[in-house]
């Protein structure tokens, strides 16, 4: 079931059954004044229903800081005139003409919505599509023996190794945090499987808002981007620990402590100290990274500058200058109930400037930003977070990979910032 949604025949396929359906749909003069008048005003329907769409996401409820996507808008609309145009020609056929019209309406709707996913690499296949656990899903094993609290345990090359690692699906609760999490994922490097285990570095990587902590996995391309370090490098490789900072798909934390969740607490505290009791790692965070997508990059230069001693090296893929709900006025309000210092207080550009007297902490930070190419919005916020972090001491590495505001960006930045993750982490 894992026939890509990206590229090859499926989604050839389904732009040809759409556009069959679409002709079925078109063709089928069921009323008078079906050219002039009937067409016209389903297409202006749709494009009515898709525009009201968008200004009900981007600017009432505010589900996405960025709004909707013009592909999205184009897919609404598309949709949309599909369903009144089936709908008007049932109105005046029988059963056979109903069902076609139906399954007209699904393979158009399916073939839109993959043209978003093509768009931005969200779902790479259709096994991930309906759910189907994803390849090398076993059991977290055991961590074995209890780890040294010094944090001193060498990283042995082991004396056997697999040819790819593992993931599995973990619950992490909000001890501390009280914080309602989904359940996160966790990839094993194969040598944390051999015969003599080394202790390993961990990597926790955080998704794009909406999102899940399965997205590295399906669309980040997170084993198979491990996996071929690890073969280079008898077997090691970071643990990633894929943890959830929503607590919903739709959810927006800003990954700060507030009226919206301890995000904050449950990422620097629940997390860190499940990892320690469930996995056997480098004790010494030093070691340690946070890197992210979107929400997740911005949430990784969020959570390096609050606790520099436990993520002295962040990753942040096309992320923000800092946590929003679409506005600093809607944030304040809604996450801090009018209480403007305290969100001043989890902005990370003002916390940087504003501490000058840890300018030896920040020079310990590194900060590696990945963009887009032809991500004009998220380049321009990346390059006056990376100069922030510069003037501040923060050490700056910038990559640009081709691309988007898009998964496929961060699936492509992740390798080429590997090498740098793992010679911080202690692995090269």
Not at 171 to 177: E, M, R, Y
Not at 218 to 229: E, L, Q
Request: charged letters at 15%.
């Amino acid at each position: 079931m894992h026939w890509s949604l990206l590229r090859g025949p499926l989604p050839v396929t389904l732009i040809a059954l759409a556009l069959a359906g679409a002709t079925l749909l078109v063709m089928r003069r069921s009323v008078a004044h079906w050219w002039t008048i009937v067409i016209p005003s389903a297409v202006a329907a749709g494009v009515i229903i898709a525009v009201v769409a968008d200004y009900l996401v981007t600017d009432v409820w505010k589900t996405l800081p960025d709004g909707l996507p013009v592909v999205a808008v184009a897919a609404i609309a598309v949709i949309m005139a599909a369903i009144g145009l089936a709908v008007i020609g049932a109105l005046r056929g029988g059963w056979a003409w109903r069902v076609a019209g139906v399954v007209a309406v699904l393979v158009i709707a399916a073939a839109a919505l993959n043209q978003i996913n093509r768009t931005y690499g969200y779902t790479p296949d259709l096994g991930a599509a309906i759910g189907l656990a994803p390849p090398h899903k076993v059991p977290l094993p055991e961590p074995g023996p209890p780890a040294r609290t010094d944090g001193a345990d060498p990283l042995t090359p082991p004396a056997a190794t697999r040819e790819h690692g593992t993931v599995s699906e973990v619950d992490i609760p909000g001890a501390v945090s009280r914080f309602r999490a989904r359940p996160a994922w966790v990839y094993l490097p194969p040598a944390y499987r051999s015969a003599t285990p080394p202790r390993l570095p961990v990597l926790m990587l955080l998704p794009g808002q909406p999102g899940s902590p399965r997205d590295w996995i399906n669309s980040g391309n997170v084993a198979t981007t491990m996996d071929a370090f690890a073969a280079r490098h008898h077997g090691r490789a970071p643990i990633v620990v894929m943890p959830d900072p929503l607590g919903s798909s739709t959810a927006n934390t800003m990954c700060v402590d507030s009226r919206l969740g301890n995000a904050d607490t449950y990422l620097s505290r629940d997390v860190p100290d499940w990892m320690r009791a469930h996995l056997r790692l480098d004790l010494d965070t030093r070691h340690w990274a946070v890197g992210g997508f979107s929400f997740g990059g911005t949430c990784a230069l969020q959570l390096a500058v609050a606790h520099p001693g436990l993520f002295p090296t962040f990753l942040d893929i096309s992320g923000q200058q800092a946590p929003t709900l679409g506005s600093g006025e809607r944030s304040i309000a809604v996450a801090f109930g009018g209480d403007r210092a305290a969100y001043e207080a989890v902005q990370p550009l003002r916390t940087l400037a504003a501490q000058p007297t840890r300018g030896e902490t920040w020079r310990s930070l590194e900060g590696i930003f990945a963009v887009g190419s032809r991500d004009d919005q998220y380049a321009a916020e990346q390059r006056i977070v990376a100069a922030a972090c510069r003037a501040a001491g923060v050490g700056v590495i910038e990559i640009e990979v081709p691309g988007i505001h898009s998964w496929y960006v961060a699936a492509a930045a992740l390798p080429v910032a590997l090498p740098r993750l793992a010679e911080r982490a202690g692995l090269l």
